[in-house]
């Protein structure tokens, strides 16, 4: 008997805090959480270690099939990434990475040798999966797409907090630069650019904290899937 499996797709631009609330919707609800932008930074960390052309298909195709790249979960059910064996879960959040990982994401060889490894997760497991083109792309069919947003100052405020708190020190114009240029090139490249799906729901937290932004989806969450949140102590 075939067991269905629920998907939740969160697509949005970089520091919307897509990752923040699906790693706490996931414990709340018991899915999987698949972070999606971490498969394409790896990618990414892969091609700058090579020294390649970022840009080209030709020169991206030619490192490829020598590439192991694997997701893994730890005891707590955090993503950990592997890149050849070697844990690049740190290193792929540097920010120099961040550029890289745009880059890599818009040439098509990358995008079609990441989505079957995308899907095979939601024909598996209960999951929520965020990225930019989950709804619209990888998981047309999921349960409930939600698109998550914030003005481009505020989503650079939390990204600057966020590095600052792993001790990387930039600044905020730096952040809101790298922001704008990332938004832009995931906005405007040809193949599966960021864009919000028809059937999803436009949640913008630019005016909400954390915990507002998680009930506003919980309840999002509670209206369309027969599911129940774990309370916690
Ligand atoms: O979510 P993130 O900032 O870690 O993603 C890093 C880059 O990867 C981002 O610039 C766009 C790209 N990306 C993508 O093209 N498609 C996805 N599903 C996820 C990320």
């Given at each position: 008997?075939?067991q269905k499996f629920y998907s939740i797709?969160i697509d949005g631009p970089s520091g919307?805090?897509?990752?923040?609330?699906?790693?706490?919707?996931?414990?709340?609800?018991?899915?999987?959480?698949?972070?999606?932008?971490?498969?394409?930074?790896?990618?990414?960390?892969?091609?700058?270690?090579?020294?390649?052309?970022?840009?080209?298909?030709?020169?991206?195709?030619?490192?490829?099939?020598?590439?192991?790249?694997?997701?893994?979960?730890?005891?707590?059910?955090?993503?950990?990434?592997?890149?050849?064996?070697?844990?690049?879960?740190?290193?792929?959040?540097?920010?120099?990475?961040?550029?890289?990982?745009?880059?890599?994401?818009?040439?098509?060889?990358?995008?079609?040798?990441?989505?079957?490894?995308?899907?095979?997760?939601?024909?598996?497991?209960?999951?929520?999966?965020?990225?930019?083109?989950?709804?619209?792309?990888?998981?047309?069919?999921?349960?409930?797409?939600?698109?998550?947003?914030?003005?481009?100052?505020?989503?650079?405020?939390?990204?600057?907090?966020?590095?600052?708190?792993?001790?990387?020190?930039?600044?905020?114009?730096?952040?809101?630069?790298?922001?704008?240029?990332?938004?832009?090139?995931?906005?405007?490249?040809?193949?599966?650019?960021?864009?919000?799906?028809?059937?999803?729901?436009?949640?913008?937290?630019?005016?909400?904290?954390?915990?507002?932004?998680?009930?506003?989806?919980?309840?999002?969450?509670?209206?369309?899937?027969?599911?129940?949140?774990?309370?916690?102590?």
């Amino acid at each position: 008997m075939n067991q269905k499996f629920y998907s939740i797709a969160i697509d949005g631009p970089s520091g919307a805090g897509k990752s923040s609330l699906a790693k706490k919707i996931s414990a709340a609800y018991h899915f999987l959480y698949l972070d999606t932008g971490a498969i394409y930074r790896t990618v990414g960390l892969a091609a700058y270690r090579a020294g390649i052309d970022r840009q080209s298909e030709e020169e991206l195709s030619s490192i490829l099939p020598g590439l192991k790249i694997e997701i893994r979960y730890d005891d707590t059910g955090l993503q950990r990434m592997f890149l050849n064996g070697e844990d690049v879960s740190e290193a792929i959040r540097m920010p120099e990475i961040s550029l890289c990982a745009s880059d890599v994401s818009a040439l098509p060889v990358c995008r079609a040798y990441l989505l079957e490894m995308q899907r095979r997760f939601a024909r598996e497991y209960n999951v929520i999966v965020d990225g930019r083109d989950i709804g619209t792309v990888v998981l047309p069919d999921a349960d409930l797409k939600i698109y998550l947003t914030a003005s481009s100052e505020e989503r650079a405020k939390r990204r600057l907090l966020e590095l600052e708190q792993k001790g990387i020190k930039t600044t905020f114009d730096e952040v809101l630069k790298d922001i704008e240029q990332r938004d832009y090139q995931d906005t405007h490249r040809d193949i599966a650019p960021l864009r919000k799906a028809e059937d999803a729901v436009e949640v913008d937290t630019s005016h909400l904290d954390r915990e507002q932004s998680f009930e506003a989806l919980c309840n999002l969450i509670e209206s369309r899937l027969p599911v129940k949140r774990e309370e916690t102590a």
